[in-house]
């Protein structure tokens, strides 16, 4: 049978300095998002350093927004009764949220283009393709985790985990959904979709900001279907399928709401 193998490896040491492949893929991702929105922002007539200026603001924000929503909707692995608390700390160890990352990420953006006098929607505009190119990039880090699965299955592109990583009572079972993987290659059709979708309705006033909303939203509620690890579940749906819809219905009401007006002939 075929499968795709899991890493033997995801940490390396530079002397006593660890090297882990999920925070190097991170840092990849994110600077393949600066560099795509800083030449966006360009192309639109901005000052190519007024992106690495809001960057510095947003990265800080979205690593602690992520790691916040992963350990409030995890917290009895840390706060429970066998849970450690320090390890809310560990980052490195994975256990990061693009929810919270975005929410964050916002936030620290929003402070920046306040600082610069610069409209957050026009920012959010130019950081949309960069932003699921960057998302593409950084879901591998999983892959060398051996995190972000799904179901079982026998499929020919099924992910092998090691015994260690797999869920409790199914020790056995060797092959699952690559979920890291559907997700990836998502994003990447993701950010071809909303260059496509800006150019051919031309898109502004944040509404290009709104289909990678939409569309990654879109994807990612499929996904988060075929998932097994533990996750909070509301009327029988996961916590982020939920989180997936409401982003999803507040993107598509953001471009119902600011569809352009046609011009009225004199």
Avoid: K
Wanted: with cysteine; charged share 15%; net charge positive.
């Amino acid at each position: 049978m075929t499968a795709i193998p899991s890493p033997t490896q995801a940490v390396w040491h530079l002397g006593p300095i660890p090297i882990r492949a999920y925070a190097l893929l991170m840092l990849l991702g994110v600077l393949v998002g600066i560099w795509v929105t800083r030449r966006r922002w360009v192309a639109r007539g901005g000052e190519s350093g007024t992106i690495g200026d809001i960057a510095t603001w947003a990265v800080p924000f979205g690593l602690v927004g992520a790691r916040l929503y992963h350990v409030a909707t995890a917290w009895q692995q840390y706060f429970g009764p066998a849970g450690e608390p320090l390890r809310a700390l560990a980052i490195w160890e994975g256990g990061i949220s693009i929810w919270g990352a975005v929410a964050g990420g916002a936030v620290g953006a929003w402070l920046a283009c306040r600082r610069r006098g610069i409209p957050l929607r026009d920012f959010a505009d130019a950081v949309a393709p960069g932003l699921a190119l960057g998302q593409a990039i950084a879901r591998w880090g999983n892959w060398f985790n051996q995190e972000l699965y799904g179901r079982p299955t026998t499929l020919p592109w099924a992910l092998e985990i090691d015994p260690a990583h797999r869920p409790p009572g199914m020790e056995s079972t060797a092959t699952y959904h690559p979920a890291f993987l559907y997700e990836s290659l998502w994003n990447l059709a993701v950010a071809g979709f909303v260059v496509w979708a800006e150019r051919r309705f031309r898109l502004d006033r944040g509404r290009t900001f709104a289909v990678y909303a939409a569309a990654y939203t879109a994807g990612r509620a499929w996904i988060e279907w075929l998932r097994i690890d533990p996750s909070p579940h509301l009327l029988g749906l996961r916590l982020n399928d939920w989180t997936a819809l409401l982003c999803f219905t507040a993107a598509v009401v953001y471009l119902t709401v600011n569809r352009p007006r046609s011009s009225t002939p004199s």
